[in-house]
């Protein structure tokens, strides 16, 4: 996971449980693809964390939405290149939890 001192994105909204302003020098971005950025962001003020999903697709258009997480980097990092979950996954998953 690449981190980045300043993000193209000076404001990157509140946190959504106390409301602090997220400062973009604690954002990482996570994944660059065309013109959706995909960014963690953690409260300093209480230590929540989001996942952000930025989408700059015009000129002076910035469109973000925000996921509450509970993941901190380390299991970003950890999970990030695992394979997708499949529709046997979640089969397998529901047959175990059905015994």
Same mark, same amino acid.
């Given at each position: 996971m690449?981190?980045?001192?300043?993000?193209?994105?000076? /404001?990157?909204?509140?946190?959504?449980?106390?409301?602090?302003? /997220?400062?973009?020098?604690?954002?990482?971005q996570?994944?660059k693809?065309?013109? =959706?950025?995909?960014?963690? =962001?953690?409260?300093?003020?209480?230590?929540?964390?989001?996942v952000?999903? =930025?989408v700059?697709?015009?000129?002076?258009?910035?469109?973000?939405?925000?996921?509450?997480?509970?993941?901190?980097?380390?299991?970003?990092?950890?999970?990030?290149?695992?394979?997708?979950?499949?529709?046997?996954?979640v089969?397998?998953i529901?047959?175990?939890?059905?015994?």
């Amino acid at each position: 996971m690449k981190r980045q001192s300043t993000l193209d994105y000076k /404001f990157l909204g509140n946190c959504p449980i106390c409301s602090s302003e /997220f400062n973009g020098s604690y954002a990482s971005q996570i994944e660059k693809v065309d013109s =959706v950025q995909t960014i963690y =962001v953690e409260c300093k003020k209480c230590g929540s964390s989001v996942v952000l999903g =930025v989408v700059k697709n015009m000129p002076g258009l910035v469109t973000t939405i925000g996921m509450l997480t509970d993941m901190k980097q380390k299991d970003i990092k950890r999970i990030r290149n695992l394979p997708p979950i499949t529709p046997d996954d979640v089969l397998e998953i529901h047959k175990y939890l059905e015994q």
